[in-house]
């Protein structure tokens, strides 16, 4: 079975500070994707990025990195120098790879992330 | 537009009127998701469209809900006999899946804006 943990619901963080986002993934795939996506108060998800299980190269984009780690089925999401526009709810998801390419996702629960100024 | 559409963009029902929800996918996309969000939770998946395939609703809550797909197009989720316990933003999702474009983008799901379902 496919689940995503996210354990840290909310997290409140001062302008300017690093945070990290939490996401331990199980499944019995061995080849699988990771995704993060923002929610913003607009309500529509933001793609950030998609992992491939075959690739655990650390990634950085801007402020945003992702450290993907098998040995511990995590894939963590940090933000550095927090900015207020960072404030949305972020989700990790899992998906399998089924042969017509197409795959439902499962998402965790979400972490809202407050970015006070 | 060039992303995922879906309407109405918010829907007020009452208990045991049927509602129908729209999404249009980015062109090109042959595979089309539909997931919900209950208030303050993730999202669940509800069921998929990729290209003349048989349909995986292995995610629908109920016999009451449905969705259907004109090809590679427009898709309508159905909801019967709506209940207080189904209200919730509904949210579409699109993705490519083809020798174009190589491996960086296929899989990636595209979602709309969603409609949030009020049954009162």
């Known amino acids: 079975a496919q689940k995503v943990t996210q354990a840290q619901t909310e997290i409140s963080v001062v302008e300017k500070e690093d945070v990290t986002l939490d996401c331990v993934y199980e499944?019995?795939?061995?080849?699988?994707?990771l995704f993060w996506y923002k929610q913003p108060p607009s309500g529509e998800l933001v793609f950030l990025i998609r992992?491939?299980?075959?690739?655990?190269q650390n990634e950085i984009s801007g402020r945003y990195s992702w450290n993907f780690q098998k040995s511990t089925s995590s894939f963590n999401f940090t933000i550095t120098a927090s900015q207020v526009v960072d404030s949305a709810v972020y989700f990790c998801?899992?998906?399998?790879?089924?042969?017509?390419?197409?795959?439902?996702?499962?998402f965790g629960t979400g972490t809202r992330l407050t970015v006070i100024p | 537009g060039a992303g995922v559409s879906q309407s109405p963009s918010n829907k007020v029902t009452e208990k045991g009127k049927d509602v129908e929800l729209r999404c249009d996918p980015i062109?090109?996309?042959?595979?089309l998701y539909w997931y919900r969000q209950r208030l303050g939770q993730g999202l669940e998946f509800l069921i998929y469209?990729?290209?003349?395939?048989?349909?995986?609703k292995s995610g629908l809550p109920s016999d009451r809900f449905s969705a259907e797909r004109t090809g590679e197009s427009v898709s309508t989720l159905t909801i019967q006999r709506t209940q207080q316990e189904d209200s919730a933003v509904y949210l579409c999702?699109?993705?490519?899946?083809?020798?174009?474009?190589?491996?960086?983008?296929?899989?990636?799901?595209?979602f709309g804006a969603g409609t949030r379902l009020s049954v009162l």
């Open positions: 499944t019995r795939d061995t080849t699988y994707y």
């Open positions: 062109s090109g996309h042959t595979a």
């Open positions: 992992r491939n299980s075959f690739d655990e």
């Open positions: 999702a699109s993705s490519f899946w083809g020798l174009a474009g190589g491996d960086v983008a296929k899989n990636i799901q595209y």
């Open positions: 469209f990729q290209g003349n395939s048989a349909p995986d």
């Open positions: 998801a899992l998906s399998g790879l089924d042969q017509t390419g197409a795959n439902n996702l499962f």
